[in-house]
Nanobody
Framework: QVQLVESRGGLVEPGGFLRLSCAAS????????ARWYRQAPGKQRALVAS???????TYADSVKGRFSISRDDAKRTVDLQMNNLKPEDTAVYYC?????????WGQGTQVTVSS
């Protein structure tokens, strides 16, 4: 059974930082691309960052220079380091792994940026 378990998000003040982690089980993680998505209230789910199986990274324009995605294939984890957080980063963040045709999602974790 495939599972993606995300670490707890939380409430952070603007300008603060938070690190999300996602642990995978039931798959050969190293063969999968890994991504973080987010969904803000009333908006569609959007791609935040991705990292390929050979560690090539991409970022949404809105988070470039502030967020960093990384992976540890030995631990089967993908992390999202979020710095200089803004209120508009408030959303439910989802971990995703894909190796076509297979794709799996985590349950989501709430991140709220507010003073």
């Amino acid at each position: 059974q495939v599972q993606l378990v995300e670490s707890r998000g939380g409430l952070v003040e603007p300008g603060g930082f938070l690190r999300l982690s996602c642990a995978a089980s039931g798959i050969l993680f190293s063969l999968y691309s890994a991504r973080w998505y987010r969904q803000a209230p009333g908006k569609q789910r959007a791609l935040v960052a991705s990292i390929s199986s050979d560690s090539i990274t991409t970022y949404a324009d809105s988070v470039k220079g502030r967020f960093s995605i990384s992976r540890d294939d030995a631990k089967r984890t993908v992390d999202l380091q979020m710095n200089n957080l803004k209120p508009e980063d408030t959303a439910v963040y989802y971990c995703n792994v894909v190796r076509r045709p297979r794709e799996y999602w985590g349950q989501g974790t709430q991140v709220t940026v507010s003073s």
